[in-house]
């Protein structure tokens, strides 16, 4: 059974870090594709930044520079690290795996949520000003 958990988000003021994490079990790590979306409120999710099982990176352009998104074999994790964050990166965020699909968060591919069956539960990040 393919489970992803988040184990929290966090409050950080404008120009501080967080990293995220998504624990995931019940699949072949390196056979998925991983994608950390987030949410505003009464908006759909938007991809933040993936990476395909083969390592390949993407970022969105809001993030790029700012954001990390790595893996961390050892713990069979998911992890986004967020620096120099912003109040307008204040969002659910959620990690979501699957596979064969395009393993991508590029212009045009930014509202593909719909393309991913497997979601941790989300973690709400807050960057105040």
């Known amino acids: 059974q393919i489970q992803l958990v988040e184990p929290g988000g966090g409050s950080v003021q404008a120009g501080g870090s967080l990293r995220l994490s998504c624990v995931a079990s019940g699949f072949t790590y390196d056979d998925v594709c991983m994608t950390w979306f987030r949410q505003f409120p009464g908006k759909d999710r938007e991809g933040v930044a993936s990476?395909?099982?083969?390592?390949?990176?993407s970022y969105a352009p809001s993030v790029k520079d700012r954001f990390t998104v790595s893996k961390d074999g050892a713990k069979h994790s998911l992890l986004l690290q967020m620096n120099n964050l912003r109040p307008e990166d204040t969002a659910m965020y959620y990690c979501?795996?699957?596979?064969?699909?395009?393993?991508?968060?590029?212009?045009?591919?930014?509202?593909?949520?719909?393309?991913?069956?497997?979601w941790g539960q989300g973690t709400q990040v807050t960057v105040s000003s």
């Open positions: 979501a795996a699957e596979s064969r699909i395009p393993c991508t968060v590029a212009p045009g591919w930014r509202l593909s949520s719909h393309l991913y069956n497997y």
């Open positions: 990476i395909r099982g083969d390592g390949n990176l």
